[in-house]
């Protein structure tokens, strides 16, 4: 937590205040940009896919919905590197240049959790528990990471770390697995995601939680819940109400954008962009926690 802290009050200084007109041409402009279950500090974290995203948009609010730092890897052993430290440094630099920054912590940084009573805000950048966002076209959406209703995390906090530690190793095999079908000519395929899908009991839980999300938004009143925490990008209507998930920058890369008039869309960066899961990461740097 302290090294953390450090890092970003030490990207307050000249380098955090270049603004866009000095910095890579933006080619996308938004209203508005959710992105959640980033897990820097993990080797499966695409940092590099986010860097390239933050340095192509531009908005007036940046939504960060949960897991951003990965803390359970942290109270462990834990993966760093110059990207990491520059995914950081652009979220300062958007916040320094005017856009409105909204850090709702999750279940993987939920240390910064015991900040919230206070108000936290550093560098621009506010903490919350949750939030409503108001679109242009005056929809009302409940903004929340989501772990609180995972039964699993909230109830079998055992069962959470167990199935933390099966979806690492599973990401370390797909890595070489993508690293031998690369070599014999085809695109990368995500062994995580296709096992997801495929296991019933997974489906029936991703169902579960999206129902409860919704159900909380229109117990709320409100037209709509952003969330995270799942992996899993969707966007459709659950019982008359609007459920968007962001995704994550592990698997898929996918960020929610909202354009100008309000029009909500999901964005595959990395199909977009056609990049490439098979790159070898470069070697860890180590840091205290």
């Not at 908005?59 to 990965?70: A, H, K, M, R």
């Not at 990471?145 to 109830?155: L, N, P, Q, T």
């Not at 966007?235 to 008039?261: I, K, Q």
Request: proline share 2%; hydrophobic share 45%; charged share 25%.
């Amino acid at each position: 937590m302290g090294y953390l802290l450090r890092q970003m009050q030490q990207r307050t200084g000249p380098a955090a205040t270049m603004t866009a007109s000095s910095a890579t041409p933006l080619r996308a402009r938004y209203r508005s940009v959710f992105i959640s279950d980033v897990h820097l500090g993990t080797r499966g974290c695409r940092s590099e896919f986010l860097i390239d995203f933050l340095r192509r948009v531009t908005c007036e609010q940046l939504y960060l919905v949960g897991d951003i730092i990965d803390g359970w890897r942290m109270r462990k052993s834990w993966y760093w590197d110059a990207d990491c430290d520059e995914v950081l440094r652009l979220i300062l630099r958007h916040a320094r240049a005017g856009t409105d920054v909204t850090y709702i912590p999750g279940n993987h940084d939920e240390l910064f959790r015991a900040w919230l009573p206070v108000g936290l805000e550093i560098a621009g950048i506010r903490l919350r528990a949750e939030a409503v966002h108001v679109t242009a076209d005056q929809r009302r959406l409940l903004v929340i990471h989501g772990d609180e209703f995972d039964s699993v995390v909230r109830y079998a906090r055992f069962l959470a770390l167990l199935g933390d530690w099966a979806y690492n190793a599973v990401l370390r095999l797909n890595t070489s697995f993508n690293a031998v079908r690369r070599r014999l000519g085809y695109p990368y395929w995500s062994l995580s995601a296709w096992l997801k899908r495929q296991v019933k009991e997974a489906v029936k839980a991703i169902d579960r939680f999206e129902q409860a999300l919704a159900g909380e938004a229109r117990r709320r009143g409100l037209d709509g819940v952003v969330c995270g925490h799942i992996h899993h990008a969707e966007m459709r209507e659950v019982g008359g109400v609007l459920y968007v998930n962001d995704g994550d920058w592990v698997e898929s890369c996918t960020a929610l954008v909202e354009h100008e008039d309000g029009r909500l869309e999901l964005i595959d960066w990395a199909a977009l962009n056609r990049f490439s899961f098979a790159a070898v990461r470069p070697a860890a740097v180590a840091h205290p926690a």
